[in-house]
């Protein structure tokens, strides 16, 4: 780890990281449901210092290196697949929204809107950048605390037993208990009207005729 204090530009750039990731609404659902557990925030936190570092070595390699800029680059597809393995090893969740993709596109674009207004210098302007950066921040205070409403798909396991029976109408749904149906049903007649008898009562066939 060097000892030395991170340039104007970086910290520009963690600032619009931290920012991004804060609005991403997948991530906020996970954090707040404690996906991965009580240190889900934490963990938010180390995810964009992990995309920071992603674009800090690029940066040093240019920076040393032998050949121009586009010779070492973080493409949006590195961001996204970083992101959606975060996601799976440190919340078990498997982001499928696209979400993901539009983020790391995001963050690219920073990165370069950075790079291209000469921001790597020892001072920032009031640059294209920084307002991206500014956006995202503001829109992050806006949305903090405000409670996430699941936009996922969850498998929901039942009873071993009922499973497989969605739309099976056959002969072994039959023969399940009636006890808790919410209505007497006979099977064995199409017709839904009641039998009076002469003295007025309902008569209703026994639920176990054979």
């Known amino acids: 780890m060097s000892s030395a204090p991170p340039s104007p530009a970086l910290v520009l750039f963690a600032r619009g990281v931290i920012a991004r990731l804060a609005i991403w609404e997948t991530l906020t659902l996970a954090v707040q449901e404690s ?7 934490e963990k938010r936190t180390w995810m964009a210092g992990v995309l920071v570092d992603m674009f800090e070595e690029q940066q040093s390699k240019n920076n040393s290196g032998s050949s121009a800029h586009d010779d070492s680059r973080v493409d949006p597809e590195d961001i996204e697949d970083t992101l959606l393995q975060i996601m799976a090893d440190e919340f078990e969740v498997h982001v499928e929204d696209g979400s993901a993709e539009i983020l790391g596109k995001d963050i690219v674009r920073l990165w370069g809107a950075i790079i291209n207004s000469g921001d790597t210098g020892s001072t920032i302007s009031s640059s294209a950048s920084e307002k991206m950066v500014q956006e995202w921040e503001s829109r992050a205070e806006i949305t903090k605390g405000r409670k996430v409403h699941a936009h996922y798909q969850e498998a929901i396991e039942e009873d071993g037993d009922w499973e497989d029976d969605d739309g099976d ?17 006979d099977h064995d007649h199409s017709r839904t009207e009641p039998e009076v008898d002469e003295d007025g009562f309902t008569l209703v066939s026994s639920r176990r005729k054979r």
Do not use: K, T
């Open 35 to 41: 996906w991965g557990g009580p240190g889900a925030a």
């Open 169 to 185: 109408d056959d002969d072994e749904d039959n023969d399940l208990p009636m006890a808790e149906a919410p209505q007497l049903i």
